[in-house]
Nanobody, 123 residues
Framework: QVQLVESGGGLVQAGGSLRLSCVASGQIFRRNDMGWFRQAPGKEREFVALIIWFGDRTYYGDSVKGRFTISRDNAKNTVYLEMNSLKPEDTAVYYC????????????????WGQGIQVTVSS
């Protein structure tokens, strides 16, 4: 049963932009805070961004602050990751994930994950 589906990845030159989308089933979207993670080859998974259900507060990893923006469209059950000023070090597989509302911001209690989508930034 597919519950989180990412799209929008691809190949882009350094300095360019991409927008990732993640469509969630309604049940998941309405009960969870939504986040993005990434994992590059040979590296650990890295937190990218989080948007909180109540109030839409957002949080970012240090490496993407000021360049990436997370947002959500409740009518479409979709969370977005707008990525600007991309760098080769942003190359990774990006994952959408959902964790229960009310869990701490830094919690790793993500119950649902997408299949991942490749983003490649060429120099």
């Amino acid at each position: 049963q597919v519950q989180l589906v990412e799209s929008g990845g691809g190949l882009v030159q350094a300095g360019g932009s991409l927008r990732l989308s993640c469509v969630a089933s309604g049940q998941i979207f309405r009960r969870n805070d939504m986040g993005w993670f990434r994992q590059a080859p040979g590296k650990e998974r890295e937190f990218v961004a989080l948007i909180i259900w109540f109030g839409d507060r957002t949080y970012y990893g240090d490496s993407v602050k000021g360049r990436f923006t997370i947002s959500r469209d409740n009518a479409k059950n979709t969370v977005y990751l707008e990525m600007n000023s991309l760098k080769p070090e942003d190359t990774a597989v990006y994952y959408c994930a959902a964790k229960p509302i009310g869990t701490p911001v830094g919690s790793n209690e993500y119950d649902y994950w997408g299949q991942g989508i490749q983003v490649t930034v060429s120099s």
